[in-house]
């Protein structure tokens, strides 16, 4: 189970640190005066453009890690292809095995039938008939016999020449057995072969299927580790944009602020322009009644323009 803790370590991701966030309450915002809210503002924008810069951090992380999990996705791709392509060629291996397996047990049945017909699965086979000839034929030579039982020898021996000499005959007439047993042992032979190539494919199936589960269990592992990333990204991003907000909350509230200073201005000025008008009415009517007015008196006139 992958888990933030894990991922911020593993990638050497900064943590976000919340003691380093900058709060904005309702009272200081409406309360704060001109200068604090300035400084506030700074402090605002400042660890959003941090927040930024970390969400970036895990953003780019992420979106690597995503490039990663892509490529295990591909390459586990590849290895399904492989293994579907070698399963299909094992199959027909398979199937060509098959055939020739059935080709060879039908000129087997075959050769049997032969032999049967030859009756060669009857006696001795023509090996075992010399030896025997050859034991007999030792006898003979190197044991003192009374004429009785040299007879009988001599008879023994020429049934087993005779039965020998049935057997070769027999053999002799049976070239279409031996072609049709040479036949069957090379069908047989390409049938092994094919089952080599059944085996040789199989193993190597295996192994891209093996290879293809892994690179899937991986894929799964780092598209974990991706999520976790772009967890960490979303909490980085909404805090960035927390602070973005407030921001301009504090923005506003500065504009607002001088909007009523510009506001106070100008009603002093209205007010000053008011009194200066009025004191300026007052000299021009001394000035009509014919009272001398001094320079800061004409002055005073001609700013009102009542001179």
Known sequence: MVTKEDVLEQYDVAELNGQDNV??????LEDGSKGELIKLAGQLRDRRNELNQLASERA??????????REKVDEAQEHREKRDELNEQVQEHKEKRNELNAEANELFDEVEEMKEDLELDDGKDAEQLREEIEELEFRQQTEVLSAEDERELIEKIEDKREQLAEREEKVDQSGELEETVEEAEEVR?????HHQKVTELADKAQ????EMIEAYREADEIRDEADEMHELFVEAQEAADQHHEDFVRVQKRLRELDKEEEEERKDEREKKMEAEKEEAEEIYQKFKEGE???????MKLQKTGLL
């Open 189 to 193: 032979s390409e049938a092994s072969q």
């Open 207 to 210: 192994e891209h299927h093996n």
């Open 292 to 298: 001398t007015l001094d320079t800061e008196d004409l």
């Open 60 to 69: 780019s992380k992420r979106d690597d890690l995503n490039a990663k999990t």
């Open 23 to 28: 709060d904005l309450p309702d009272e200081k």
